[in-house]
């Protein structure tokens, strides 16, 4: 589902030759697209994402970039419903991917600046979020990256990590318990920028036995779970209890 997902919005970037520079040259113009952080949401104190504009599609051009040290990707859900072409510096990619691993590239907002064709122009900067990530099976490289525009008022779901915390305190783990967690990620569904990334759960006064459902997580304002009730376990301390 997610390559052919892919393929349509390849297919939307490129209409004719030259499309993703003339549509993003017409989002400048027209001032859609903002070009500073300040217009097009508060980006600051996030990764950011360095991007080229590219002209050419096909697995020949994607094979010829890839020798070059860039990744191909496309950027969707732009004003208008426009989709453009672009290019990343692979070895950085990679070193986000080392940094918050899939789960956490995949869940949380990056600063993209994608520099503009004219000569001494200033990137665009506007927020994304990574939506489809593709690895090269061998070396684990990222060879593919999709981003979705999205603005800080764009109702978004996404997968969030569930870190668990305060484990050396349970009274449980103390007497030989072990922590199972059911729930490593959850779905969840509100404004871009109100997803955190990552939800903490507190089990330091948990005891043989007990477990923790979804709505022991604290959401922020205007977040909420998608897909679980309220009773649905997260966690939960099994084991025996030691002799010692």
């Not at 030759?17 to 300040?38: D, K, N, Q, V, Y």
């Not at 525009?149 to 668990?164: G, L």
């Not at 979804?214 to 209890?241: D, F, N, Q, Y």
Request: proline share 6%; glycine share 10%; hydrophobic share 40%.
């Amino acid at each position: 589902m997610a390559r052919n997902a892919l393929s349509r919005l390849r297919h939307q970037a490129s209409l004719s030759p030259g499309t993703c520079g003339l549509i993003f040259g017409r989002l400048i113009a027209t001032e859609s697209l903002s070009t500073s952080p300040e217009a097009s949401g508060d980006v600051s104190g996030v990764d950011v994402i360095h991007a080229r504009l590219r002209h050419e599609e096909g697995s020949r051009a994607a094979v010829r970039m890839r020798r070059g040290g860039r990744t191909p990707g496309i950027l969707f859900s732009l004003p208008g419903d426009a989709s453009v072409l672009v290019s990343m510096e692979t070895k950085h990619l990679n070193t986000l991917l080392r940094k918050h691993e899939r789960s956490g590239l995949l869940s949380q907002i990056f600063s993209l600046h994608l520099e503009r064709d004219e000569d001494g122009a200033s990137p665009a900067v506007f927020p994304v979020l990574p939506r489809i990530m593709h690895r090269d099976a061998l070396t684990d490289e990222v060879e593919n990256l999709t981003l979705m525009f999205c603005p800080p008022d764009r109702v978004v779901t996404v997968p969030v990590r569930v870190k668990v915390v305060g484990e050396e305190l349970s009274p449980g783990i103390k007497k030989g318990g072990y922590m199972n967690l059911i729930q490593r990620q959850v779905k969840c569904v509100g404004p871009a920028s109100a997803i955190p990334k990552e939800l903490e759960l507190d089990v330091s006064s948990l005891d043989f036995g007990q477990r923790i459902t979804i709505s022991g997580l604290t959401l922020p304002t205007g977040v909420s779970i998608r897909g679980m009730e309220a009773g649905h376990p997260i966690c939960k301390l099994a084991g025996k209890a030691s002799n010692d």
